[in-house]
């Protein structure tokens, strides 16, 4: 019996000896209840790395699609007036293209197409 | 019970948890606050847990055995760059003490796995159910580990006060 107090003793000078400092207990208890909004600094360069990486990557994709949009032709509109046998298509910029029946074989859906020079 | 008063409780046994396992009131501090964050986190997303101190733990441990494992990789590097981190005057005196400094002495004599459970018991205050899970052990093991280390520490602390008496007369 006095052995087991003896071991209990021991637990309770161990427990004794180990207890913080009341300024340390107090300093983790405060940060802790202000609901971590105090985030270790590793933290704060791991959210610093990956916001930077993230606004390299979304800079990185505006140039690309900015230049995939340079490389696009411009869509242009096309009036076609029909006179006669003869087509004229005529561009927005003032291009026009005659289309009408070959001269040597006048058979209908025969026609080509006479570029401007 | 409440999450302050949970934290409250748990914090003083959750800085001398990492006391007596990394030996550095500095890195206890530590450990305890990522503890508590993460319990705090945890109460206020998803409601507290079944057992409190039996969550708390299971991070205190697995966190002191990573702050263990970079000690041995990161102290030779940093004493030889002279980054040592300083401790203030509490904390000195606090380390400086001798009965801390014989408890920890003894304590390192100890099997792994008896400190580990008597640690928890003792100064955890966790029951022998929440050290069996914590350590995903039977309680019937953490029983017996706790008594041969309670004997062992015992004897050690014996030893070594006697030693002292012995040396200061």
Not at chain 2, 19 to 24: H, P, Q
Request: glycine content about 6%; charged content about 25%.
């Amino acid at each position: 019996m006095d052995d087991e107090r003896e071991l209990l003793e021991i637990e309770t000078q161990l427990r004794a000896t180990l207890t913080p400092p009341s300024e340390v207990i107090d300093r983790v208890v405060r940060r802790a209840l202000a609901g971590g909004h105090q985030r270790p600094r590793s933290t704060y360069l791991q959210l610093f790395a990956v916001a930077a990486a993230l606004a390299l990557l979304a800079g990185g994709a505006t140039v690309w699609r900015q230049g995939m949009v340079r490389r696009q032709p411009l869509a242009s509109s096309m009036t076609i007036v029909g006179d006669g046998s003869m087509l004229v298509v005529e561009r927005e910029d003032g291009q026009r293209w005659f289309v009408g029946p070959r001269l040597d074989r006048r058979a209908e859906g025969h026609y080509v197409i006479v570029l401007p020079e | 019970m409440e999450l302050d008063e949970a934290v409250r409780t748990l914090a003083p046994r959750l800085i001398a948890y990492g006391v007596a396992r990394t030996r550095s009131l500095a890195n206890a501090e530590d450990i305890a606050q990522d503890v508590l964050l993460a319990l705090v986190r945890r109460w206020q997303q998803l409601g507290p847990p079944t057992s409190p101190d039996a969550f708390a733990f299971a991070i205190a441990k697995r966190r002191a055995s990573r702050v263990l494992a970079r000690q041995a990789v990161m102290v030779p590097i940093d004493f030889i760059r002279g980054l040592a981190r300083e401790e203030s005057t509490v904390e000195q005196a606090y380390g400086s003490r001798v009965g801390l400094r014989l408890a920890l002495s003894a304590l390192r004599e100890l099997p792994r796995l008896d400190r580990e459970a008597l640690l928890l018991r003792s100064v955890a205050e966790l029951s022998y159910e929440e050290i069996a899970s914590v350590c995903g052990s039977s309680s019937a093991a953490i029983k017996m580990r706790i008594s041969r280390a309670r004997r062992r520490l015992a004897a050690s602390m014996e030893e070594s006060s006697h030693g002292r008496r012995t040396r200061t007369a």
